[in-house]
């Protein structure tokens, strides 16, 4: 089978073949295979961050070192995930009110 088919376009097996979905993604952060790695300054901290790691199910190399800075960066970023904001759905102009006052919403606050 040709690369090259009427008016030089390329086949499109050939171009999914080369261009398709990617199935093998990166592993997540917090895993096993992908442990996060944090720093901390004391070893109280440390057991602090021990206990909620192991709270959350996630896996961590966490190393003491008085010296350097905090970097719990990792740790943050995934415990604090923003979430969907979900707004309630506003009545049709035939639904009754909201406000309970018997009418259809659209003769009403509509």
């Known amino acids: ?3 090259l088919y009427y008016k030089g376009r390329i086949h499109t097996r050939v171009n999914h073949v ?4 990617n199935t093998k993604r990166a592993v997540k952060l917090g895993t096993e295979k992908h442990p996060l790695t944090l720093v901390v300054t004391s070893e ?3 057991l ?12 961590a190399d966490i190393t003491v070192d008085s010296a ?3 970097d719990i960066i990792e740790l943050s970023a995934i415990l604090n995930k923003p979430s969907t904001t ?3 759905k506003t009545p049709n102009r035939n639904d009754p009110c909201l406000c309970g006052s018997g009418k259809k919403y659209k003769k009403c606050c509509g």
């Not at 080369?18 to 979905?21: A, C, D, M, R, S």
């Not at 602090?48 to 896996?59: G, K, M, R, T």
Request: charged share 45%.
């Open 1 to 3: 089978m040709h690369d």
């Open 18 to 21: 080369k261009t398709g979905y």
């Open 44 to 46: 109280e901290k440390k």
């Open 48 to 59: 602090e961050i021990v206990i909620l790691v192991a709270d959350n199910e996630l896996f």
């Open 68 to 70: 350097a800075d905090e």
């Open 86 to 88: 979900r707004f309630d």
